[in-house]
């Protein structure tokens, strides 16, 4: 269920992966400068080539030898106040798209900016400095609060570390903040393991949002609660984005829920984008075969409704060796032999409606 | 009797923490050592006595012998009740459970996390973890088909000449449910010999042909492969296979498809649906996904804190739900190209089947709540030959029908 | 009943979330923390659990073979801390009591050659010598486990050989714990060549066998004349240097699970110091795990104190030990004759060391929530 790739050890911030020399991979050595295009004023976050490569095989001397291209070659941006859904399946690199932005992992290459700086050239202390402002919430509610810490604590240590509010009014903030997460006064004391999923989900939520973020990677935080609870958090998100004006990244493989909350949508397959538009253009009219295929594949709640399903023949190809060419090739109806030597230009049909496939003329 | 009994130090028990309650006001959520001891002590001794129950030899068949109410049905559940005895109380996760499977079709039951659908389906393959969970009451009469049995009374050697013959079971995860050690091919062949006693070479034919039926385009390699070499959705195939290979005559499947990627699911759905055809069974299929219940089930039967709340087919339920839950669990649930500005949600958190009181247990979380719901918990209402729902607010509609439990 | 284990926690309050998007709470009242708010009563609500300790508790108590294991160490702590107060004696004592026995042998007499007398008589030969009654004594009232070949009061020596073993054992099973947490936490935390280096040191430490290297120590120790009672300090402390790579092991491997864990991600998240992270989020989650391995070090350490002893490298022979004490079997006479010499401080490190490792198996499994039986 979660992403293969996760099994990667997340590099925490100070013991960093020595970043390993690829060759073709633009960007990495850029200088700190500004940025070769200019940036989009509107956009909070603009994400422009990035790239995450695993080492998946490493020779005798720990020299890698084979990648596994987790997010590969992926641009968007998102603007202030919007929700951008990234959908795929397991494996296809969003979690490891939302963790690398964070900088939680470091990026193999590309540039992320995050209102007007890279942040991949930021140091650790001008990094843990902006954290509070770039926050995550993770699929799992059981493993990412920490066991043994009572829940006001666990809200409260990184308002109190970054000093958002005065010490004498910590308590009373960390009070607020539980309020507006719909969680009752008395539960500051309480441990995690007595709460059900829900209640976790509202306490991790109330433990990002307590850092007044601008920013929040939203990692599946639905995918693991009750449907009747699933409600409930989404309505409290957007209930946060609006009273905040927050940005979301919503990562999710549930395209209803995705199609919900989301102002734009991202397809991934396979660590690459194929896919970028406006919730109702992606939705009404998809254009890549595989968005098709995904969201003719979600079953709906009808029983009379049964739509016309696009079977997609066998299973996702393992990220170490992708396809060559077009990644999703082996899978599609419409695979041409263009398809199997040309990787198709990530381009914009009109209407900011972006896609990578030959089907599309490419110049 | 036994369960009667059990009912009633459960009431004492639950007394005694209300009056503890009032006592220490700080700390009223944890329990206190003394209602602890008192859990642990009824608890030992209700564990004792089933587990005495089941150890006893050489049943005879009359015991558990008995007549289906329906011909037509292959199970039927009849007021069963399967407890848990934790260290917070008797869980009740399954609270007197009624209503049957007909040949040939599929049933779908929906519910959330700890609404007993699991446990409904292990207590009817008698795989509830003992000693802690227990059938306490309630009989699951399943069909032979020139005879019926008690699967809830049912000694455990008879016991497994049903399981995976009969009754077979597909799990959730995948990667789990296939022992990693043997090859594919040997847990295929494993149950084939063990329930027909053919020879090794007809088995293996059984087992590739059984992988073939499952839509594997290689069956030989994959016959020889091991779990780890497959992909979700191959495994999930596999188990498919080990399922079928006895033919069975009831195939539960307990969320089938919750840990496979949409697409996958899609192919996975569609097999179900074509191998039902095939063989002519009949499918439990347990999910929390109402789409997927819409696209495969011939009956829904909705589940709530351990008892059933609506049951009635496919149509009646999705198209003329009733049972304010189920209208909920509805619209909360965003459909794709459905535009809603937000979301409606159902208050409240799912509750814990510990000391239940008795009134309806979605009382505090339902829109609709009326004074009669203050009451005891509501009987089932017919409200058509197949659709029944266990609320007051239908009540006089169809009050001649609602009698019989 | 996955779902059931899950759902083992308590359920809450209840708020309602309006349609207009207001959030209403139900204690409405000022923002100060009243945890006894238990107005409402939802169904949810009504479930209550076990606190975290009652939860690891309860799970101990339900083993048997635990509360055997505790119930030994607590006799044996209760035997040998009140004991000597009760006893008559010192741990050197010693029983002087003598008595005088008179030994009589008869030599017959009869004539030869050389005194021809014609009659035989019988002459008598009346010894008598001191005998020490509290050496090796039999058990009896004033005794109740007799008395050693030194005269002292062998129940009373085990009583303060106790004192001595376990006080010894928690002092080092204690040192070993703090360098395994410092060595093993810095190994898991930091990762990369800081835990290969120190991995690869652990490794050299487990390489080295530790008797043989105790037994040159004991005798270096005898050579450069060190004074016998500190011996057994510079002892343990060899042996504290040797045995702390075990639990450096658990808390590496502890750590570096837990550094996988959302709960450290988001701690990085949120920009979270260093040692925040290592001391409010990774140290209190190793604890139970460290408290099993320590309760299980307590255990081989008497026993390894006790071979020492044993072996005559340990305790000095004039404070008690019961390894020391066995010490005596050398005899082969003590060994045949006089059982109650070696075999109640024998038993008294069978239930110490039984009675440690039930207690740590009992935890272990209380601590660990899958291991749910």
């Not at chain 1, 993770?138 to 240590?157: A, K």
């Not at chain 3, 044993?310 to 003590?334: C, E, F, H, K, R």
Request: hydrophobic share 40%.
């Amino acid at each position: 269920m979660s992403d293969i790739l996760l099994e990667e050890k997340p590099e925490s911030e100070q013991v960093q992966a020595p970043e390993y020399e690829l060759a073709g991979a633009e960007g990495a050595a850029e200088e700190a400068t500004a940025p070769a295009e200019p940036l989009d004023p509107n956009a909070l976050l603009e994400v422009r080539h990035l790239k995450k490569y695993f080492p998946a095989k490493k020779n005798f001397f720990g020299k890698p030898l084979s990648f596994v291209k987790a997010v590969d070659d992926v641009s968007f941006k998102i603007a202030k106040g919007t929700t951008l859904g990234i959908v795929g399946e397991s494996g296809c690199g969003k979690t490891t798209l939302g963790r690398t932005i964070l900088r939680l992992q470091s990026a193999t290459g590309g540039e992320i900016y995050f209102d007007g700086k890279d942040i991949n050239k930021l140091k650790t202390a001008e990094m843990n400095a902006l954290r509070p402002q770039m926050q995550i919430i993770f699929q799992d509610p059981y493993s990412s609060l920490s066991p043994r810490m009572p829940v006001g604590e666990i809200i409260g240590e990184a308002v109190a570390q970054h000093k958002l509010v005065p010490k004498a009014e910590l308590k009373e903030y960390v009070l607020e903040v539980m309020k507006s997460c719909g969680l009752p006064y008395h539960y500051y004391e309480r441990y995690p393991h007595e709460f059900s999923g829900g209640q976790r989900q509202r306490i991790c939520i109330a433990t990002a949002l307590a850092l007044k973020p601008r920013f929040v990677v939203c990692d599946e935080p639905v995918s693991a609660l009750d449907v009747s609870i699933q409600a409930q958090i989404i309505n409290l998100l957007k209930d946060m984005q609006e009273k905040m004006g927050l940005t979301y990244i919503f990562i999710s493989h549930d395209l209803s829920v995705v199609e919900h909350i989301s102002n734009y949508v991202g397809v991934m397959y396979l660590g690459s984008m194929v896919e970028y538009a406006s919730t109702e253009d992606i939705f009404d009219k998809p254009m890549h075969p595989y968005t098709e295929a995904l969201f003719s594949a979600v079953p709906i709640p009808d029983p009379d409704r049964h739509s016309q399903r696009i079977i997609l023949s066998g299973d996702i190809p393992s990220p170490i060796n992708a396809p060559s060419g077009c990644k999703f090739h082996t899978r599609c109806n419409h695979c041409m032999d263009i398809c199997k030597e040309v990787a198709p230009k990530f381009k914009d049909y009109g209407n900011g409606h972006m896609v990578a496939c030959h089907l599309y003329p490419q110049d | 009797m036994l369960f009667k009994k059990q009912d009633k130090t459960q009431s004492e028990s639950s007394e005694g923490a209300e009056v503890k309650k009032s006592a220490h006001k700080g700390n009223s959520h944890y329990l206190s050592a003394k209602e602890s001891r008192e859990i642990a002590k009824s608890n030992a001794r209700a564990m004792r006595e089933y587990e005495k129950k089941k150890r006893v030899k050489h049943v005879d068949e009359s015991v558990y012998t008995c007549k289906m109410q329906d011909e037509n049905n292959i199970v039927e559940f009849d007021d069963l009740h399967t407890y848990f005895f934790t260290d917070a109380g008797v869980a009740k996760a399954v609270d007197g459970v009624t209503f049957s499977i007909p040949k040939g079709a599929t049933v779908g039951v929906v519910g959330e996390s700890g609404c007993g659908k699991s446990v409904t389906s292990l207590s009817l393959m008698q795989l509830v973890q003992a000693p802690q969970g227990q059938i306490v009451g309630g009989s699951i009469r399943f069909n032979m088909g020139d005879k019926a049995y008690d699967i809830a009374k049912m000694p455990i050697n008879e016991m497994r000449k049903i399981r995976g013959k009969q009754i077979a079971m597909i799990f959730q995860e995948p990667m789990t449910s296939l022992n990693p050690v043997f090859r594919i091919g040997y847990q295929l062949d494993e149950m084939v010999l063990l329930h027909t006693g053919c020879t090794k070479e007809e088995a293996k034919a059984h087992s590739i042909e059984m992988l073939k039926l499952v839509g594997i385009a290689a069956p030989e390699r994959v016959y020889s492969c091991y779990p780890h070499e497959l992909s979700g959705g191959m495994r999930q195939r596999v188990m498919i296979a080990i399922a079928l290979s006895c033919d069975p005559r009831l195939i539960i499947a307990d969320e089938p498809t919750t840990a496979l990627d949409v697409t996958i699911q899609a192919q996975i759905l569609d097999l179900l649906r074509e191998i039902k055809q095939k063989i002519d069974g009949s499918i439990m299929l347990i999910t929390h996904d109402l789409g997927v219940i819409a696209e495969m089930a011939d009956y829904v039967v909705v589940m709530y804190a351990g008892r059933v709340i609506e049951t009635g087919t496919t149509e009646e339920i999705f198209h003329n739900p009733l049972h304010p839950y189920t209208i909920g669990l509805q619209k909360s649930k965003p459909v794709v190209k459905r535009k809603v500005d937000r979301l409606y949600n159902i208050p409240g958190q799912v509750p814990n089947p510990i000391d239940m009181p008795n009134f309806c247990y979605f009382k505090d979380r339902c829109d609709k709540c009326i004074d009669k719901c203050n009451g005891e918990y509501p009987h089932f209402v017919q409200v058509s030959p197949t659709h029944r729902v266990s609320c007051y607010l239908y009540e006089e509609k169809g009050a001649e029908g609602g009698s019989n439990e | 009943m996955d779902e059931l284990n899950k759902e083992s926690s308590v359920e809450e309050e209840v708020y309602t979330l309006q349609v207009d998007g207001t959030l209403e709470n139900k204690p409405d009242d000022m923002p100060t923390p009243q945890p006894e708010e238990e107005e409402h009563e939802s169904i949810a609500d009504s479930v209550r659990s076990l606190t975290p300790m009652q939860l690891v508790l309860k799970r101990f108590f339900r083993s048997k073979l635990s509360i055997v294991g505790l119930a030994m160490i607590v006799f044996l702590f209760l035997f040998c801390w009140i004991g000597p107060l009760f006893s008559p004696y010192d741990e050197n004592t010693m029983d002087q009591q003598t008595n005088t026995v008179a030994t009589v042998t008869s030599i017959s007499v009869t004539g030869n050659s050389e005194y021809p007398y014609d009659e035989s008589f019988t002459v008598y030969k009346v010894e008598y010598s001191t005998v020490q009654l509290g050496t090796n004594a039999p058990p009896s009232a004033s005794h109740w486990l007799g008395t050693d070949s030194e005269s002292r009061d062998i129940l009373t020596r085990i009583m303060y050989g106790g004192r001595l073993s376990l006080t010894l054992s928690l002092i080092v099973v204690i040192l070993e714990t703090v360098l395994g947490v410092i060595f093993g936490g810095i190994a898991g935390y930091f990762g990369k060549w800081v835990d290969t280096l120190i991995m690869r040191i652990i490794d050299i430490f487990n390489c080295i066998p530790s008797l043989p290297l105790l037994l040159i120590i004991g005798s270096v120790l005898q050579g450069l004349d060190v004074d016998p009672n500190v011996q057994i300090y510079y002892m343990m402390t060899f042996l504290t240097l040797l045995g702390w790579t075990g639990i450096a092991r658990i808390v590496r491997g502890q750590i570096l699970t837990l550094r996988e864990q959302e709960f450290m991600v988001s701690a990085t998240a949120r920009g979270l110091s260093t040692p925040r992270k290592i001391f409010r989020h990774l140290v209190p989650n190793v604890i139970p795990q460290l408290i099993v391995s320590m309760t299980l070090g307590l255990g081989s350490v008497i026993l390894m104190e006790a071979s020492l002893s044993y072996m005559g490298l340990g305790v000095p022979l004039t404070s008690a030990s019961w390894g020391g004490m066995i010490n005596a079997v050398q005899d082969p006479l003590i060994l045949i004759n006089y059982p109650n010499l070696w075999v109640p401080p024998g038993i008294c490190i069978v239930l110490a060391i039984l009675g440690f490792n039930f207690i740590g198996d009992g935890l272990r499994d209380a601590f660990d929530p899958k291991a749910r039986r």
